[in-house]
Structure formats: structure tokens, C-alpha cells
């Protein structure tokens, strides 16, 4: 491991926004009885200080996304999750500089979703250039397993929203809503080449992964439907 990695890992741990939770502790009693983490049902207390809705990231990578919706969005709370600590270090460390209150970082795998957040916690979740999956259908974050997760704790008519570069996943998460009766808000395979009909901030904020294939002349896609 180098030893900027290693750095980075030691920084980590001074970042009050930044929850590390051991996965052997959740995995004590086995990956389907998950134990919970002491923060479930609890980030409104012991994070943010407020009672303000929760937002979501998952798979969050360097987390510019998550910052700069909690930049625009300050009567909300936003928290990215990711599992790999050297690309949280970016987010958390600017979190930490910029003193924002309603930003927070959690480093865990996705499939554990449920260990931290309570029925009702959470009102929406981003993904963001979710890796595809193209030969695992079941591990892509909006298969019918992962909407079960999302489902113990979001809140009645919580949005999912769905930013992707990959045809694949877009068509197939279309076709999960289709298939669970789920009512799709917005649908656009080309953000940015049509007519630009929702809302301004959601061509501004952008992740790295986006710039980068928007430099490229590639496509987005967006969806964004509610869960029942």
C-alpha cells in the first residue's frame, strides 16, 4: 500500500463526518441477520442536529456530487456512501474545510445498507454511474434485491434518481419499474441533447465520472422514479 494511500487512511480518522463502521461487527451473526449499527435511526440526532430529510448517495466515489448537493440544498441532509476510504478521504476532508453541517460520509459496502438507516430515515437516493454490472444482474443497484434494502427505510414517496452513461442499466431499471408498477417521474436517454426541461441544477451538478464523459461526447441518461 503507498504511502499516500496509507496518509490518507490515518486522516480519515480524524474526520468527525466520516462514519467507518467495522463490517465484522455487522457480519457477527452472519450477512442475513446483520447486526445494527449504533447510528440507525439515529443521524438526525448524532450527525446532523436537525430533523431536516435525508438524501442518499451510493457509490459516491470522491463524493463532489454529495458536496455540492448539500452546498445547494442546505435544508437538507446529504450522505455518500462509499467503500473505498482513500476516494471518501476528498470528500470528507472538503466537507471538514468548508465546515458544512449537513454532509456526511459512510464507508461501507452497499450491500449493508440496512444496518444503518431505521423505516422512514431516508426520503431519496442518488445513483450516480453505478457500475453497470452487465453479468450480474442481481448486483446492479437498482435490481428488485437492491429496492428491497432501499425499501426498510425509505420514507413513503421517496425518489430514487438514476445519472448513468450506461444504456444497459437505464433501460434495465426502466424495465424494473415497469415490471413493479412504479410511477417513473422523469426519463431521458440524453440529458444533455434534448430540450433541457427539468430543472437547471440537475445539469450543473456533476460528478467526475460525468464531466469526463460528457468531454468525450458520450450520453447520459437520467431516470427518476418513486418507490412504492
Known sequence: ??????RKFAENETFSCLIQPSA???LRDGFLHLRDHPLKGRWAQEIFHNDAPITLELGCGKGEYTLDLARRFPERNFIGVDIKGARLWRGAKT???EALP??????TRIEFIGAFFAP??????WL????PQPNSENSRLSSPVFLDRYRTFLAPGSRIHLKTDSLLLHEYTLEVCRAQGLEVLACTEDLYGEERRFDPWLY????FYE???LAKGMKITYLCFLLK
Do not use: W, Y
Open 128 to 131: 450516480t454511474f453505478s457500475d
Open 102 to 107: 449537513n454532509v456526511a460520509f459512510l464507508r
Open 1 to 6: 500500500m503507498g504511502h499516500d494511500k496509507l
Open 95 to 97: 466537507a471538514t474545510e
Open 24 to 26: 465484522q461487527e455487522l
Open 211 to 213: 464531466k469526463m464523459f
Open 204 to 207: 450543473e451538478v456533476q460528478t
Open 120 to 125: 422512514g430515515e431516508v426520503s431519496e437516493i
